[in-house]
C-alpha cells in the first residue's frame, strides 16, 4: 500500500510538499541535515532561484529549498498522508460521537483517547 510523507512544520502548521512516497527513511536522513538546507535555503533566496525538481523511483516535485530557511528553528517533523506525525501517539480511536480521529499528543501521553480530552499538545 502507498503512503506518501512530507517534511510539515508544526510550528507554522505547512509541508515542504514532497509528497514521498514511501520516503520516511529518505526524509529523516534529510531532516537531520536541515541546516545546511537552511543555509543553501538562504543563498537561493539571495540569488532569486525557484524552486528545485526533483525526481525519483517514488517521487516526482518541485519544491522550494527556501522552505528550510524559512522553517529554521522550527519545530519540522515527518508526516504521513493520513495524519501521522513522528514522535506522537498517532492512535486512530472512535470518539463517545462515533467520530474517528488522530491522536497527535507526544509518543507514551497520559491519559486516555476522547472528545473530552484535548488531543493536540505539543
Known sequence: MSCHWDLH?????????????????????????????????????????GPLRSEGPNWNNEFDIGWFDTHRGHDIRLRSEYGDIDHRCNHYWY???????LCVRKEGHEGEHSCKTKDTDT
Open 95 to 101: 470518539c463517545e460521537c462515533e467520530t474517528r480521529k
Open 9 to 49: 512544520c508544526l510550528t507554522c502548521n505547512e509541508g515542504l510538499g514532497v509528497h514521498w512516497n514511501h520516503g520516511d527513511d529518505e526524509l529523516r536522513t534529510i531532516l537531520a541535515k536541515r541546516e545546511i538546507l537552511a543555509d543553501i535555503g538562504a543563498l537561493s533566496k539571495k540569488l532569486g532561484f
